[in-house]
């Protein structure tokens, strides 16, 4: 970033950052991955310093996740701000520790398959989620929007963090979607 910072090799040059695309292979998988580095003007030696190392494992494991058929760090950040949670409330509500998805989201580290099954079963269902929220016990810390007519039909309620303001509730509904599925419900023009 800064173009005035001094070689540590040679003290005298000043080094540019750098990235070079550079083919990396996984699995029998190509990529041509950004590789991060900086070079002096002076003695023109290249090198990786602490930023660019950790810049250059993300874009590694981002790789690898991808190969691995587990969610990048980006579709669980998504995933996460999707219901509206904090990094500390989807590590209570899905396990890992406490600095857990601040690591898989910035591909730190690899989720396992377990946790990465987990994660695409809420993605792909509100309901789960709900459920989830249930099994931690952790209703206190979302509201549930109201429930619709009596006499239509039930609408599963999900939860909505309290801790982040306004925002429309999405309605799921089981029975219809099975309806659905089996072409007895149609679109709505
Ligand atoms: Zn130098």
Known sequence: M???????????????????MTETQYKGHKRNLPLHFKLCDSCTSDFA??????????ELMAFHKSVDGLLTGAEITDLRKRYKLTQA??????GGGPVAFSKYENDDVAQSESMDT????VRRSA????ELVKEKC????????????????????VP??????????????????RQFARGEVQCKP
Not at 49 to 58: F, H, M, P, T, V
């Open 160 to 177: 909505i963090n309290r801790f982040n303001g306004d925002r429309t509730p999405e309605i799921y509904n089981p029975r219809e979607f």
């Open 118 to 121: 987990l994660l695409r079963l």
């Open 2 to 20: 800064n173009a005035q910072e001094l070689c540590p090799i040679c003290g005298e040059g000043h080094v540019t950052d750098q990235v070079q």
């Open 138 to 157: 952790m209703e206190a810390e979302f509201v549930t929007e109201k429930q619709i007519a009596s006499s239509g039909p039930k609408l599963v309620r």
């Open 89 to 94: 409330q989807a590590a209570r509500l899905f």
């Open 49 to 58: 310093g602490a930023q660019e190392s950790k810049q250059n494992r993300r």
């Open 127 to 130: 309901v789960a989620f709900a």
